[in-house]
């Protein structure tokens, strides 16, 4: 099972190198819960699963475990890294930073008609996800949310960066659709966002921007406790202490 659902992730007409499809396959196997915090993994496995050799999967693990998403314990194996409360608070820092001067940034200069309308049909393509309970493509517009935001916004490569360093936060996101902040009131926030940048009020723009992407630090402790395997919680700490902004 875990095989053929690994196996619809390949995307046979990609043109990257097999080493970097399998990079990410397998990072968005993790991000995804498909290969769950501290499941083994295999290289033959692996290999055999997309038939290639060995050597592409090893560079995967490589740059995976320099993405603190799988650690590689000698004489034990590969796994997958449990999530980590640090790493999710420390990008959601970033990444609101990151977020809040993009919004802010189009709402000073204004996003054009067309980026906005974007924008807001994303934001009802969501909102039609709710009675289909459709929770995988909600993420996946959820994605493209922020995305197109930075790159109508003109600030691609603020995008690219956020996409780096959000893996373990991301990780949570995903738990947390359907089981964490109900969705429709992060729909309502999406468009908060583009109501504010649309009315040019960056003021506004950043307010909204923060209390999005907080959303996510007041579901965290709840879903550590209903997911507790899910976590590696050794050393950071109660997380409630540190879920305040």
């Known amino acids: 099972m875990l095989t053929a659902t690994l196996q619809t992730l390949w995307d046979a007409s990609?043109?990257?190198?097999?080493?970097?499809?399998?990079?990410d396959v397998l990072r968005h196997a993790i991000i995804?819960?498909?290969?769950?915090p501290g499941q083994a993994l295999s290289e033959k496995e692996i290999a055999n699963t997309f038939d290639v050799s060995r050597q592409p999967v090893r560079e995967a693990f490589i740059r995976l475990s320099e993405a603190g998403l799988v650690e590689v314990r000698p004489q034990r194996g590969t796994f997958v890294v449990k999530i980590s409360p640090q790493a999710?608070?420390?990008?959601?820092?970033?990444?609101?930073?990151?977020e809040v001067a993009v919004a802010k940034s189009a709402a000073a200069e204004g996003l054009s008609r067309r980026g906005l309308n974007e924008l807001f049909e994303l934001v009802e393509r969501q909102r039609r996800c709710i009675g289909d309970e459709d929770f995988d493509r909600f993420y996946g517009l959820d994605e493209a949310f922020h995305q197109v935001l930075s790159f109508q916004?003109?600030?691609?490569?603020?995008?690219?960066?956020?996409?780096?360093?959000?893996?373990?936060?991301?990780?949570?996101?995903?738990i947390s659709v359907p089981d964490g902040t109900p969705l429709e009131t992060l729909i309502d926030q999406h468009a908060s966002i583009v109501r504010a940048i649309e009315a040019r009020d960056p003021e506004a723009a950043e307010r909204a921007v923060?209390?999005?992407?907080?959303?996510?630090?007041?579901?965290?402790?709840?879903?550590?406790?209903?997911?507790?395997?899910?976590?590696?919680t050794t050393a950071n700490g109660n997380p409630a202490r540190r879920a305040a902004p």
Not at 32 to 36: N, W, Y
Not at 88 to 98: G, N
Not at 153 to 174: I, L, M, P
Not at 213 to 228: C, K, T
């Open 14 to 23: 990609d043109a990257n190198p097999v080493r970097q499809r399998l990079y």
């Open 32 to 36: 995804r819960l498909v290969l769950a």
């Open 88 to 98: 999710v608070y420390s990008a959601r820092f970033v990444r609101e930073a990151i």
């Open 153 to 174: 916004a003109g600030h691609e490569s603020a995008w690219r960066f956020t996409e780096a360093v959000k893996a373990h936060f991301d990780r949570v996101r995903y």
């Open 210 to 232: 923060q209390a999005h992407l907080r959303e996510l630090l007041i579901s965290l402790p709840e879903l550590m406790r209903r997911f507790p395997a899910m976590f590696d």
